[in-house]
């Protein structure tokens, strides 16, 4: 069906990245091709979208040009993302639509929108749709994800403070850069002339580690082939949703030594809780040779919940990762149990599925040290056996998972090969505990 749908590419990357002349660029080169483009800013002047319009021969008024202004498509205008690609389409025939996001959006939510529609996302169904019954995304779809990284800017970004407006919502600058990166099918590596050889190849290992799957193209001023990032083909979206290199690492985990670029990565496991004082201290002083790092905890005192840690440079989350198998029922149990022997086989008797899988990715980073940090946080011997309540525990309260009864289904669950899904990323909460 998708060889006689149209393709959409979607264009990501934060602000300054070159998003803009990126696509002027594809635009001038785009030949005998019939570009559509929907350009989403956040002001109430879509200064991108005038941009763009100057600089090429696309035009609002030939319905060839779509601004969306005053939000953010992949939040608050994720319908009227799609009422203006359904739109599109039955204006005429295009041979592509190219979306640039604003420099706030992370693409896996756009990517849901324009993948799942309005039945299986979490969009009310939109006036088009009430009238129509017809689903936007019926006469295209999503081919490209493309995220444009500025190499001059790309070090600084990583271990910045700086939060970004989302219309309200707070991002933090190297999360988002993150979130764009692990979630794309194309990395343009732009702005590369202002960048030395060794410093590329560094950024590039970086961002090789974080998202296998992409490839990567080093670009000057936004020059990339049109064929590179227009009807690729490339997208798949469960191999996209799980192709990041932190959950690869957990599906393989092995101790990377590839020193080249001094990128390398573990797995810290561990089956005793993190002490919540001792855990508090280590992420307010978290090592800076920490790019990212990702997976659920045990923290002391939260016997019911597993606890989910989402680190992007400065940025420290945390947020609910599920129950715990051993919190089910036996029958609900046993049947998880049947299900993943792998589970039974490193079942603890006292704490059954309990514990600790973190993926730890940095930049000429002490293994070693970096396990110490961890390791010291866990509990001794002797406060094991002690009062965890009495522990002090400033990380942030979610509710518990509502206990499930004989005959009804599973909550949430954390496996020892299992990731917390993205979902929980609007409960996450930024940790500044010290503050």
């Not at 002027?24 to 002047?45: I, P, Q, T």
């Not at 006036?127 to 006469?139: K, S, V």
Request: contains cysteine; charged residues 30%; aromatic residues 6%.
């Amino acid at each position: 069906m998708e060889e006689q749908t149209i393709p959409v590419t979607v264009l990501s990357g934060t602000l300054g990245a070159g998003k803009t002349t990126t696509l002027n660029h594809v635009l001038r080169e785009s030949g005998d091709r019939d570009l559509a483009v929907l350009v989403n800013d956040m002001g109430d002047v879509n200064v991108d979208a005038d941009l763009v319009a100057e600089s090429s021969d696309i035009s609002a008024d030939e319905a060839e040009l779509v601004e969306l202004s005053n939000g953010c498509i992949c939040c608050e205008l994720r319908g009227d993302l799609l009422d203006a690609i359904s739109g599109l389409t039955r204006e005429r025939e295009f041979d592509a639509i190219v979306i640039e996001s604003t420099g706030v959006a992370e693409p896996l939510p756009v990517a849901q929108t324009l993948t799942l529609g309005f039945d299986q996302s979490d969009l009310d169904p939109t006036e088009f749709y009430e009238e129509t019954g017809i689903e936007p995304l019926e006469n295209c779809h999503l081919d490209t994800t493309v995220t444009v990284v500025d190499a001059h800017q790309f070090t600084e970004a990583m271990r910045s403070d700086e939060i970004l407006d989302d219309d309200g919502t707070a991002k933090h600058l190297g999360d988002l850069l993150v979130e764009q990166v692990e979630f794309c099918d194309i990395l343009l590596l732009n702005k590369c002339d202002l960048v030395d050889e060794m410093s590329l190849d560094k950024i590039e290992a970086i961002l090789e580690t974080l998202q296998p799957r992409a490839e990567i193209v080093r670009t000057t001023h936004g020059r990339i082939a049109v064929d590179e990032v227009i009807d690729t083909g490339r997208f798949d979206f469960e191999e996209a949703s799980r192709s990041a290199g932190w959950m690869q690492e957990l599906q393989e985990p092995h101790e990377s030594a590839e020193e080249e670029h001094g990128v390398t990565s573990f797995v810290f496991e561990a089956r005793r809780p993190f002490h919540p004082e001792r855990f508090t201290d280590l992420l307010n002083a978290f090592p800076e040779d920490v790019v990212r790092s990702k997976g659920h905890f045990w923290l002391a005192g939260r016997e019911e919940m597993a606890l989910l840690v989402n680190v992007a440079g400065q940025s420290i989350r945390v947020a609910p990762a599920g129950g715990w198998i051993a919190t089910l029922p036996p029958e609900a149990r046993d049947e998880q149990l049947d299900a993943s022997p792998e589970l039974e086989a490193a079942w603890d008797d006292e704490w059954g599925d309990r514990g600790t899988r973190l993926v730890v990715i940095g930049t000429e980073m002490d293994h070693e040290s970096v396990r110490n940090h961890f390791e010291l946080c866990l509990l001794t011997d002797e406060e094991m056996d002690a009062d965890w309540d009495t522990f002090d525990d400033q990380f942030p309260t979610f509710e518990e998972p509502e206990a499930v009864e004989d005959g009804e289904s599973e909550r949430p669950k954390v496996a020892e090969d299992d990731t917390p899904e993205s979902s929980t990323d609007d409960v996450q909460k930024e940790i500044g505990i010290a503050d």
